[in-house]
Nanobody
Framework: QVQLVESGGGLVQAGGSLRLSCAAS????????MAWFRQAPGKEREFVAA????????YYADSVKGRFTISRDNAKNTMYLQMNSLKPEDTAVYYC????????????????WGQGTQVTVSS
């Protein structure tokens, strides 16, 4: 079984920064892709960014491109999301996810999910 645990969320003013972490554990942890999704109140879960676990390839939603950076530390089984120039519309619960498949923006493609971490950006 694979467990994903997010951390690093919090309250920040618009224009500020936060760094989210997603720590993975489990004997069988060997994903192909890991990703960040977010869900704001009353809205559907949306794709934020994804990264391949074994090659340096990333993909971002247009809404965060140039502001967010996804990265990973394979030795620590940890993925990160550096969020800069935060906007009130970035307020959401952020989830990390892992998939044994090639990179996808569809949440249905991801097998394992964390419990989420709240990010609130005040104006």
């Amino acid at each position: 079984q694979v467990q994903l645990v997010e951390s690093g969320g919090g309250l920040v003013q618009a224009g500020g920064s936060l760094r989210l972490s997603c720590a993975a554990s489990g004997r069988t942890f060997s994903p192909v892709t890991m990703a960040w999704f977010r869900q704001a109140p009353g809205k559907e879960r949306e794709f934020v960014a994804a990264i391949y676990w074994s090659v340096h390839s990333t993909y971002y939603a247009d809404s965060v491109k140039g502001r967010f950076t996804i990265s990973r530390d394979n030795a620590k089984n940890t993925m990160y999301l550096q969020m800069n120039s935060l906007k009130p519309e970035d307020t959401a619960v952020y989830y990390c996810a892992a998939s044994p498949r090639t990179l996808s923006v569809r949440s249905e493609s991801y097998q394992y999910w964390g419990q989420g971490t709240q990010v609130t950006v005040s104006s």
